[in-house]
């Protein structure tokens, strides 16, 4: 059985989006749960992983998807005990209907709580979870009963509605 957690912080929005794990906002399908390594070679496994899940349960558009569950796994190794020899990540997969995902990436925990950085321009690093913030619909992170983590995402998998661009004015016309 997977660790849940036992309260739920804010994401980047700074609201509070209710209490972990039940009951969910929405009606949430399970579709897959993940154990991974806690190694990098992770990353690209969750990535492949959820967009072949979510492709199965009828999900359009998933690139959005696939980059926050390579953030939020690449988090959990190179920033938890999880990273360590031994260690694991749990990733579980839910959806409601084919319009939005829930990924809840599940690790060690460790000395420092995923938030968003502002890193400086030349920074390599520190990213990730802008990246998530401006992706996912909502995000969070929790604790778990077991001293662990639990970082969560929901990201719409339909694309969003075509934008139209008016056609300029034939200038043929409007000369005449």
């Known amino acids: 059985m997977s660790p849940r957690p036992s309260r739920e912080r804010a994401g980047s929005s700074g609201t509070t989006t209710g209490h972990f794990p039940f009951p969910f906002p929405f009606p949430f399908l399970f579709l897959a749960e993940l154990v991974l390594p806690g190694e990098l070679g992770s990353v690209r496994v969750a990535r492949h992983c959820v967009k072949t899940v979510l492709t199965a349960a009828g999900h359009r558009d998933v690139t959005?998807?696939?980059?926050?569950v390579g953030e939020l796994v690449a988090n959990a190794v190179l920033h938890s005990i999880s990273g360590l020899a031994g260690g694991l990540i749990t990733l579980d997969v839910r959806a409601?209907?084919?319009t939005l995902a829930r990924l809840d990436v599940m690790d060690d925990g460790g000395l420092t709580v995923p938030h968003v950085r502002?890193?400086?321009a030349?920074?390599?690093?520190?990213?990730?979870?802008h990246l998530v913030a401006e992706t996912a619909l909502r995000?969070?992170?929790?604790d778990n009963a077991l001293g662990g983590r639990v970082t969560w995402a929901e990201v719409r998998t339909t694309e969003d509605e075509p934008v139209t661009v008016p056609k300029p004015p034939d200038r043929a016309a409007a000369e005449a």
């Open 122 to 129: 030349l920074d390599c690093s520190g990213r990730g979870l």
């Open 139 to 142: 995000w969070g992170v929790g």
């Open 118 to 120: 502002r890193p400086d």
């Open 64 to 68: 959005g998807v696939q980059l926050v």
């Open 96 to 98: 409601v209907g084919d």
